[in-house]
T-cell receptor, first 110, second 115 residues
Framework: RKEVEQDPGPFNVPEGATVAFNCTYS??????FFWYRQDCRKEPKLLMS???SGNEDGRFTAQLNRASQYISLLIRDSKLSDSATYLC???????????FGTGTRLQVFP | AAGVIQSPRHLIKEKRETATLKCYPI?????VYWYQQGPGQDPQFLIS???????DKGSIPDRFSAQQFSDYHSELNMSSLELGDSALYFC??????????????FGAGSRLTVL
């Protein structure tokens, strides 16, 4: 079983739709959580960090549930440019490395 | 702003050959990470260096080695290449924080194709 699990999708949604991605992690010692975005054949880019209280950045909202070891990302008013793979990422206390989920592919159509 | 620079961007090698990938971190970043991403796979952590010392090790094959030099650039050396080594190799860098997680910035990657 992978340490970070995501639904691979693809999620095909029309412009303007709201879409939510979920992620679960198995290591209860995980301390920091992120969502990265990766376009095809490009490098992963940090979308947002995920804080315990939940946080919002424009159309993007991230939530963390430590008890359930569950992270979510909500995208409102989807744009064509949101089409990408969204990677759920965690790291454990006292380590530098990031553990990536398999990613969830989003395709926004006109 | 300066980003993480990787070279070469593309590399084609034959089985059993050797390859070296280079990474130049963001200036003043003290930690470098190497990741391998196979086709359709998520990035897999290989190895990291902090202040020129190995800080963590992941699923790096024994045929691979890496180091960080005095100018903080890093090189990933791969020997006895196999077809399965064909992948995108990402380098990332960060500035170590005393609290909270390090935020990694990734380079554009080096695409290795083994024939």
């Amino acid at each position: 079983r992978k340490e970070v699990e995501q639904d691979p999708g693809p999620f095909n949604v029309p412009e303007g739709a709201t879409v939510a991605f979920n992620c679960t992690y198995s290591n209860s010692a995980s301390q920091s959580f992120f969502w990265y975005r990766q376009d095809c054949r490009k490098e992963p880019k940090l979308l947002m960090s995920v804080y315990s209280s939940g946080n919002e950045d424009g159309r993007f909202t991230a939530q963390l549930n430590r008890a359930s070891q569950y992270i979510s990302l909500l995208i409102r008013d989807s744009k064509l440019s949101d089409s990408a793979t969204y990677l759920c990422v965690v790291n454990s206390y006292n380590t530098d490395k990031l553990i990536f989920g398999t990613g969830t592919r989003l395709q926004v159509f006109p | 702003a300066a980003g993480v620079i990787q070279s070469p961007r593309h590399l084609i090698k034959e089985k059993r050959e050797t390859a070296t990938l280079k990474c130049y971190p963001i200036p003043r970043h003290d930690t470098v990470y190497w990741y391998q991403q196979g086709p359709g796979q998520d990035p897999q952590f290989l190895i990291s260096f902090y202040e020129k010392m190995q800080s963590d090790k992941g699923s790096i094959p024994d045929r691979f080695s890496a180091q960080q030099f005095s100018d903080y650039h890093s090189e990933l050396n791969m020997s006895s290449l196999e077809l399965g080594d064909s992948a995108l190799y990402f380098c990332a860098s960060s500035l170590k924080r005393t609290s909270g997680a390090n935020v990694l910035t990734f380079g554009a990657g080096s695409r290795l194709t083994v024939l």
